[in-house]
């Protein structure tokens, strides 16, 4: 069996978000989660997600796109209202990010997770793949060096190889720019001491009609020696319906999560549920 680290991205994104990820960890169909630290619902998403330590991976999942900053960011935010993705990736392609500013806010929120975990981050990524844009990834791996020499955590590498976003089909042209944009991401954590996922997919149209079946299927052709699935389930209430355009799709992935055929899927490939480990390359089988 080939193993397969599940992540649901947006913990405490809202309360709502929170008890669909909750749900399918304490049922052992997914094994990983990165919480967004910087949103309203975190200290209480956080004593929650405490008692799951140890049996996933629990992570940070930055955020410089959604909601407001922790700190204070003249030049970068307005009033701490993060920028929408399109604005602040011009600024990354451009160079004109102030990325002292944006080491802070990654100090925060690192520190935010650990304070209310009482724990260091088994992974870190980011939100809507903040993590590997230009300059960004150079500001996260110089807080990183410092912050855990031990090179504790693991961390999300958004590209794969051409060959397997080509096998895959669904969402390419998605991945495709994702890679781009990452560009030697996955090297320069490997260069640096960082372990990181090889193999990745997950890329969505957020569509609650569609067939997410099928979509997930796809995510499991051409794996990778250490695949990583992101996804995005949870429940839906207003202050979600405020803040982000994926909503009913959540309703969607969390019932096929909760399905046999999700079981169904993963044995027809070869698959079995694994978490990465905080320590070390090896992976070791989620809990059955």
Known sequence: MVPLVLCADDYAMTPAVSRGILALMEGGRITATGAMTNRPSWPDAARDLRALAGTADLGVHLSLTCGESLTEGEGWTANRAQPKLPALLARAVAGRLPLDQIMREIEAQLDAFEQA???RPDFIDGHQHVHALPGIRRALLAVLARRYPGREPWIRDPGDSPAAIRAR???ARKARLLALL???????????GFRFNRGFAGYSGFD???DYGA?????LVAPGPAHLVMCHP?????????????TDSRLTELAFFRS??????????????ARMEGQGPRYTPAPS
């Open 169 to 171: 089909g669904r969402f």
């Open 215 to 219: 979509d997930f299927a796809s995510y």
């Open 208 to 210: 609650p009609a569609a």
């Open 260 to 273: 046999d055929r999700f079981s169904e899927i993963c044995a027809a490939a070869g698959m079995q549920l």
């Open 234 to 246: 949870g429940e839906v209430d207003d202050a979600l319906r405020a803040l982000d355009p994926a």
């Open 182 to 192: 990452a560009g030697p991401f996955g090297r320069r954590m490997a260069e640096a």
């Open 117 to 119: 975990m009482g724990m």
